[in-house]
């Protein structure tokens, strides 16, 4: 029998190996009602270069995070930075 960690590290293995935007664009997509705008989760799925998803990757474990958190994080970052240089000009 396959423990936990082993589950983890196959199914792991399989997204860092395999497209998977076609299964995605052809799933069934459920809005979920119930939350305030402000904090309701929305997908993107974006493809990056390998180079620049591995960064992202060793980042996010280094800081102890899942690779999506870091990203959200730096994004969120991002756009207060854009924010505040707007409000300032």
Same mark, same amino acid.
């Given at each position: 029998? $396959? =423990?936990?960690?082993?589950?983890?590290?196959? &199914? %792991?293995?399989?997204? /860092?190996?395999?497209? !998977?935007?076609?299964?995605?664009?052809?799933?069934?997509?459920?809005?979920?009602?119930?939350k305030?705008?402000?904090?309701? $989760? =929305?997908?993107?799925?974006?493809?990056?270069? &390998? %180079?620049?998803?591995? /960064?992202?990757?060793? !980042?996010?474990?280094?800081?102890?995070?899942?690779?999506?958190?870091?990203?959200?994080?730096?994004?969120?970052?991002?756009?207060?930075?854009?924010?505040?240089?707007?409000?300032?000009?």
């Amino acid at each position: 029998m $396959m =423990s936990d960690k082993d589950n983890l590290a196959e &199914t %792991a293995e399989y997204y /860092d190996t395999h497209d !998977i935007s076609a299964d995605m664009q052809a799933g069934e997509w459920t809005r979920h009602e119930g939350k305030h705008a402000e904090t309701a $989760m =929305s997908g993107f799925n974006t493809r990056l270069p &390998t %180079a620049v998803l591995n /960064d992202a990757r060793a !980042i996010a474990r280094a800081r102890g995070m899942a690779t999506g958190a870091w990203i959200r994080e730096v994004i969120e970052l991002a756009a207060v930075e854009e924010y505040q240089q707007r409000r300032a000009s």
